[in-house]
């Protein structure tokens, strides 16, 4: 392989897996704030339809990101509904949730299929977009890449430092304490799910508008199901979601360049490939775990008492 | 008098009777497994539809999106208890329930494309793609620079197979350093994936990007990257109208009509059909501008002779990429050959694992 083609892996490995970082993001904050949502696959489906309806609409594909990231919300909060309304089980509901997302974005989105919608195009970055093998690796890529690379930080920062992050955490951590404190944990906890579902709602989006710009039905394809694995693998930090979300990435597009390249290495082998290191990943995240990794009362939910 | 009204009564009776049969329409159903919108496979199979709709005395109707499997079956045998007169089910997977609604349903014709499974009430049907693909290769091959032309494959079953190396040949027959690429999906409709396996391969210099698949996402991505692509299914320039150079396209209208028209007349029997470009069932799609007139020409006049039947696409000597020949000179493969291909033609890069 030369230096060349890897550069050009490298940044095929940062596009594939900008989606699954997003919604890995997202599952992290809502996690954090103690509540479970497995519906990450379902909301990615509505956001990448309602971002790209957004955009063929208004002609704007920021309007796109921000009706993904709002869709993603919107259906986040019928799994707060029935998870902090109704009390109901957090991970029926998340299940749920991805059926309903799923079909709801095919039954919507089969008249669209086909079409095109205006979207992100790389824009590479001045000066920087220059700079030697890393230039062309990480700053010749479309906006939401960009809006990738600072966002884990922000979200560190958010949750370390900021009164609203300690605030979040106390509701995943200890919500009695922070009840008796005089936090409101249930509001953090909707936060939480809000906060994440828009995440995931963009990294849905990110499919629809900028890693292709045809709508089709199903373009999630199982990425909502690798975020929430990568969620343990980065034990809920989101520095390691980056580096967990660009092995993925890195898997997906290797193995198609190990074909491209001649490799005479049958197919189904390294399609395995990506599903194979899920079951590694996770493996290898459970034996290394510390017990206080997960949020404290991850997927509990907060019972009224007298 | 009471014989009068005996007689006029007789009468109005035979007309009821007798008038409504001579007037009722053909009713036609078509499944299709997805969106027609999708440009691809389904598109294609409802322009034919359309043709048929267009024909007197016929009514056509269709589903979308049908997955494979049970959920098929509902919908087949939903057609067959409505009263259609013909059912075309368009995909590989709908085999099966086809058959199993068929054999309760004998008044009912059953056409099933792309398998290869006869009951006395249902007959199978499929084009011969590797004409088209053939053709397509040729102008590939003429128009590629680094002699490397990458192919997004769909799932290695014969059928694929058998366009890649069709593919393959043609564009060998004018350029012979030409090289072909293969990268499986295993998708049909995946428009994220198919992108970055195209994109895989533009990476390792390929100039020109070919497809199985029914999603455009690989001709966006050689549009993104500025050089060439071939469709599939149907025109896919308005894409990719500055990489796509043409396309091997079906064109199910002719087929449909006959068909229609042989249930219509009583002369419809149960067989495998597998017509090619004699009967314009396959073709290729306009050239894009780019596409120099010798090459059109070229290809043009190959065309003639397929179809003719004067000359053929897979006739020996042809040797599979370990070297071992598999068709001998002078000879051409037959159609049961070609339908269990399962080997890739020399200058063919990839496995068919």
Not at chain 1, 1 to 11: D, G, H, P
Not at chain 1, 198 to 214: P, Q, V
Not at chain 2, 84 to 110: C, E, H, W
Not at chain 2, 245 to 270: C, D, F, H
Request: charged residues 15%.
């Amino acid at each position: 392989m030369t230096s060349e083609m890897l550069i050009l892996l490298m940044a095929a490995t940062i596009q594939s897996g900008t989606p699954i970082l997003y919604a890995t993001l997202g599952e992290i904050i809502t996690e954090k704030s103690g509540v479970l949502n497995l519906g990450v696959e379902g909301i990615m489906m509505v956001g990448a339809l309602a971002g790209f309806l957004a955009a063929k609409i208004t002609g704007s594909p920021v309007a796109g990101v921000l009706a993904g990231g709002l869709c993603g919300s919107l259906l986040a909060g019928v799994h707060g509904l029935v998870c902090l309304g109704f009390q109901g089980n957090q991970v029926v509901s998340g299940l749920a949730l991805t059926i309903l997302g799923t079909a709801l974005a095919n039954y919507l989105g089969t008249p669209y299929v086909g079409q095109n919608a205006p979207g992100f195009y790389p824009v590479p970055l001045p000066v920087l977009s220059q700079v030697p093998v890393l230039g062309p690796i990480f700053f010749r890529h479309d906006l939401l890449v960009y809006g990738s690379f600072v966002a884990p930080a922000l979200i560190w920062i958010f949750m370390k430092y900021s009164r609203w992050g300690l605030g979040l955490r106390t509701a995943g951590e200890n919500p009695e304490a922070g009840a008796a404190a005089g936090i409101p944990v249930v509001g953090y906890r909707w936060a939480g799910i809000l906060a994440g579902g828009f995440l995931m709602g963009i990294g849905g989006a990110y499919l629809s508008l900028a890693y292709t710009h045809i709508w089709t039905t199903g373009l999630s394809a199982g990425r909502g199901w690798i975020a929430v694995a990568l969620v343990i693998f980065a034990f809920w930090k989101p520095g390691r979601a980056v580096v967990g979300a660009y092995l993925f990435g890195g898997v997906m597009a290797f193995q198609l360049r190990l074909q491209a390249m001649g490799a005479n290495i049958p197919s189904s082998l390294l399609l395995m490939l990506p599903y194979g290191l899920t079951v590694v990943v996770l493996t290898l995240a459970s034996m290394r775990q510390r017990g206080d990794q997960a949020p404290a009362v991850l997927g509990v939910n907060l019972e009224p008492r007298d | 008098m009471k014989k009068t009204v005996i007689v006029l009564l007789f009468a109005f009776v035979l007309a009821v009777a007798v008038s409504p049969a001579a007037a009722k329409d053909l009713k036609v159903g078509f499944i299709y497994v997805s969106p027609i919108g999708d440009a691809g496979w389904s598109f294609a199979h409802d322009k034919g539809r359309q043709v048929v709709d267009a024909m007197p005395g016929v009514t056509t109707s269709y589903v979308e999106a049908v997955s494979e499997g049970p959920d098929s079956e509902r919908v087949i045998l939903n057609m067959a208890r409505k009263g259609y007169d013909v059912i075309f089910a368009t995909s590989y997977g709908y085999m099966d329930p086809m058959l199993k609604v068929a054999r309760q349903f004998p008044n009912t014709t059953f056409m099933h494309c792309s398998g290869f499974k006869l009951n006395a009430n249902m007959g199978n049907y499929f084009g011969r793609m590797y004409q088209a693909r053939y053709l397509s290769g040729m102008v590939a091959g003429a128009m590629t620079k680094s002699d490397i032309l990458g192919y997004v494959a769909a799932f290695p079953i014969p059928e694929v197979i058998r366009g890649i190396n069709a593919f393959a040949l043609g564009a060998q027959a004018v350029n012979p350093q030409a090289r072909v690429r293969v990268v499986w999906t295993k998708t049909w409709y995946d428009p994220a994936t198919e992108k970055e396996a195209a994109k895989s391969l533009l990476d390792v210099g390929a100039d020109v990007i070919a497809q199985h698949q029914d999603s455009p996402s690989p001709q966006e991505a050689a549009q993104e990257r500025g050089v060439y692509s071939v469709g599939y299914n149907s025109d896919m320039s308005s894409f990719a109208p500055k990489a796509h150079l043409t396309a091997p396209v079906w064109n199910w209208g002719p087929l449909y009509t006959e068909t229609v028209e042989a249930v219509q007349n009583g002369t419809w029997t149960s067989q495998a059909l597998w017509p090619g470009m004699e009967k314009g069932i396959v073709d290729l799609a306009p050239f894009g501008p780019m596409v120099p007139q010798a090459v059109k020409d070229m290809v043009t006049k190959k065309k003639s002779l397929l179809v003719t039947g004067t000359e053929t696409v897979f006739v020996g000597p042809l040797r599979d990429q370990a070297g071992s020949l598999r068709v001998p000179a002078g000879a051409a493969a037959s159609d049961n050959e070609l339908l269990g291909m399962t080997w890739f033609v020399q200058g063919v890069i990839g496995t068919t694992q």
